[in-house]
């Protein structure tokens, strides 16, 4: 398991200033191994991430092989998925993650063009 967060600090931050830059993204990865479709996904999300989240995300990446039980417990029933736990609603993304507007779009990000 792998987590990452786009910013980190050791102080409680005043609620004004937090909600002031935006939704913080709670994002959870169920990958199979090292597939390539898993691989691809994993790729394919910290692009979007470095272009559309910057700072604002916190990220966990979860092998399913090594750890079957996180798999189990969230009804992950194929992988890569992708979780959207925070903003609300709770959403999730099949695949490889490789179509960026559809993920865009169900990320509730603006595009940019």
């Known amino acids: 398991m792998t987590k990452r967060s786009g910013r980190e600090t050791s102080y409680q931050e005043p609620q004004e200033a937090a909600e002031s ?3 913080k993204y709670v994002l959870r990865l169920y990958v199979a ?4 479709k ?3 996904a994993i790729r394919n999300l910290k692009n979007l991430i470095k272009e559309h989240l910057h700072d604002s995300y916190d990220l966990e990446i979860i092998d399913i092989y090594q750890q079957p039980i ?3 417990d969230r ?3 194929a992988a890569p998925t992708l979780v959207k736990e925070l903003p609300l ?5 099949i695949g490889d993650l490789s179509n960026t507007e559809r993920l865009l779009a169900g ?3 603006e595009t940019e063009k």
């Open 21 to 23: 830059r935006g939704p």
């Open 33 to 36: 191994g090292k597939s390539v």
């Open 70 to 72: 996180f798999a189990k």
């Open 75 to 77: 009804k992950i029933v």
């Open 107 to 109: 990320l509730e990000l």
């Open 89 to 93: 609603p709770l959403r999730q993304f």
């Open 38 to 40: 898993s691989i691809r």
